[in-house]
T-cell receptor, first 114, second 114 residues
Framework: ETGVTQTPRHLVMGMTNKKSLKCEQHLGHNAMYWYKQSAKKPLELMFV???????ENNSVPSRFSPECPNSSHLFLHLHTLQPEDSALYLCASSQDHTGGEKLFFGSGTQLSVL | AQKITQTQPGMFVQEKEAVTLDCTYDTSDPSYGLFWYKQPSSGEMIFLIY????DQQNATEGRYSLNFQKARKSANLVISASQLGDSAMYFC???????????WGAGTKLIIKP
């Protein structure tokens, strides 16, 4: 089993739908991250959780709502998204959020908003 | 201003040749780290190599080496004896010790030709 698992791999949703992305890490890490990857743009950090506490929220619109019930699981709840939210959403984890540790990524969820 | 610049959007390289992927960075922080990640078509970001700003020697990891030129603020990735499996997107990233967030470049798409 890979270290960081994301589901679903692909998601198509309408602008009025509500859906959730799930991320699970089996590495015993304490920090988890959500990134947005749009075509031809650098990765954008969305949220950071360290020991289940949110430590970063990079001015992400409220239609994205993260949840971290424990150090192994991270969710991204989506509602009333816009077409420009279509992107690859990557989850990552690290030992902790001191920045000195490398990140371990999942394979991402490719989201299409119609 | 961009803090991480990858000037090569795409590169074609013959199999078994060495390849250099360019990365320049901009920071006034005296302490920072530089990372390279690989992203194959599967989507998962894979950590390749790390260089700390105070490291005296260039980092090496198997076929990967980092050509760190501090005065020029460049951190080029060198892949020796390229293989077909090296075809992927490659991202350079920087972490300033004053800010734990990784800053990413836009990436270089590398295609290895048989």
């Amino acid at each position: 089993e890979t270290g960081v698992t994301q589901t679903p791999r692909h998601l198509v949703m309408g602008m009025t739908n509500k859906k959730s992305l799930k991320c699970e890490q089996h590495l015993g890490h304490n920090a988890m991250y959500w990134y947005k990857q749009s075509a031809k743009k650098p990765l954008e950090l969305m949220f950071v959780y360290n020991f289940k506490e949110q430590t970063e929220n990079n001015s992400v619109p409220s239609r994205f709502s993260p949840e971290c019930p424990n150090s192994s699981h991270l969710f991204l709840h989506l509602h009333t998204l816009q077409p420009e939210d279509s992107a690859l959403y990557l989850c990552a984890s690290s030992q902790d959020h001191t920045g000195g540790e490398k990140l371990f990524f999942g394979s991402g969820t490719q989201l299409s908003v119609l | 201003a961009q803090k991480i610049t990858q000037t090569q959007p795409g590169m074609f390289v013959q199999e078994k040749e060495a390849v250099t992927l360019d990365c320049t960075y901009d920071t006034s922080d005296p302490s920072y780290g530089l990372f390279w990640y690989k992203q194959p078509s599967s989507g998962e970001m894979i950590f390749l190599i790390y260089q700390g700003s105070y490291d005296q020697q260039n980092a090496t990891e198997g076929r990967y080496s980092l050509n760190f030129q501090k005065a020029r603020k460049s951190a080029n990735l060198v892949i020796s004896a390229s293989q077909l499996g090296d075809s992927a997107m490659y991202f350079c990233a920087m972490r300033e010790d004053s800010n734990y967030q990784l800053i990413w470049g836009a990436g270089t798409k590398l295609i290895i030709k048989p």
